[in-house]
């Protein structure tokens, strides 16, 4: 059954990708690089809810236009990875209490960090690398 409904904002500007580092005493996926996100609302999709955890983790207002990069079904977990196309605002870290840092990363620094799944580095090169088709 699955009990976690996530959808995770990437955003992505000038050959770089913004990562937060998840706080060491986060009970979910704690110290780690990870994307913006959360769980879903009720009635709410995916994009939506990247939207409006950027809007909250991020200060910004991120525009309609997106692509769905990936979902990711298994266990309780049923993750959705949003790719925000456009947004107005500068991020910045507006929820200390989820991480202790935020940084924008090349493809290269970005697989220099310790990432929540081994399958990011194929997430990450789909959206950076242009031979990939990103």
Not at 103 to 110: G, H, I, K, P, S
């Amino acid at each position: 059954m699955i009990e976690h409904r996530v959808a995770v904002a990437v955003l992505a500007s000038g050959g770089r990708v913004l990562m937060c580092h998840r706080r060491a005493d986060r009970s979910w996926y704690p110290d780690v690089w990870d994307f913006p996100g959360g769980h879903l609302e009720d009635g709410e999709t995916a994009a939506d809810c990247a939207r409006r955890e950027c809007g909250e983790e991020l200060g910004i207002d991120a525009g309609p236009a997106h692509r769905e990069l990936a979902r990711w079904v298994e266990r309780d977990e049923d993750i959705t990875f949003v790719q925000l196309l456009s947004w107005t605002g500068t991020p910045s870290n507006r929820a200390p209490e989820e991480h202790d840092d935020i940084r924008w990363v090349t493809l290269a620094e970005a697989l220099e960090l310790t990432l929540p799944d081994p399958r990011y580095p194929d997430l990450l090169r789909g959206v950076l690398d242009p031979r990939a088709g990103g």
